[in-house]
């Protein structure tokens, strides 16, 4: 069905493990707690890359399973530079969200020909419930874009274009 491992990232780690799709490798990066929510159905053969700054409870959660630690560069705005100091360990590159984290580690893991599937960083206009969480609104005024192919219009927030664009640029 694939042509090789999957490396899921954040939210689909239950969709797709009830819908018998094999993952290999889920990555997470939000230091949140709500990451925990997704990963109620957890497998002895998926790796699990977490990153460091991932919440306590996240890796409470995936006790006893194969979990790898990873360290996400952090860099100030105003300076460019590193602002964590992981006492000279690897950190992976990649802007402020999973997906763009995914495929640097795996670049370091060795794979060369990565393929990408769905990306959930915009809502239909009339849709209250794309994103795998509810969104609250009042963080960010939405931004309204539309598919050059369809003609479809979707609201996104300045936040998730900014990852769009970053990911871009990579």
């Avoid at 959660?61 to 194969?66: Q, S």
Wanted: aromatic letters at 14%; charged letters at 20%.
């Amino acid at each position: 069905r694939f042509p090789g491992p999957i490396l899921s990232c954040g939210s689909v780690h239950d969709y797709l493990v009830e819908h018998g799709i094999p993952v290999a490798y889920h990555a997470v990066c939000d230091p949140e707690p709500v990451n925990t929510h997704w990963l109620t159905k957890p497998g002895k053969t998926i790796t699990y890359l977490i990153a460091s700054q991932c919440h306590p409870d996240l890796f409470a959660v995936l006790e006893g399973y194969d979990v790898r630690l990873w360290h996400a560069t952090v860099i100030s705005v105003d300076t460019g530079q590193s602002i964590c100091d992981f006492r000279g360990e690897p950190e992976i590159p990649g802007g402020d969200f999973v997906i763009g984290r995914a495929w640097p580690i795996a670049a370091v893991m060795g794979f060369k020909d990565i393929h990408f599937y769905g990306f959930d960083c915009s809502f239909p206009v009339d849709c209250e419930s794309q994103h795998a969480y509810p969104y609250d609104w009042q963080k960010e005024d939405p931004v309204y874009a539309t598919c050059e192919h369809t003609g479809e219009r979707f609201a996104t927030t300045p936040g998730w274009m900014a990852q769009l664009n970053t990911f871009m640029k990579m």
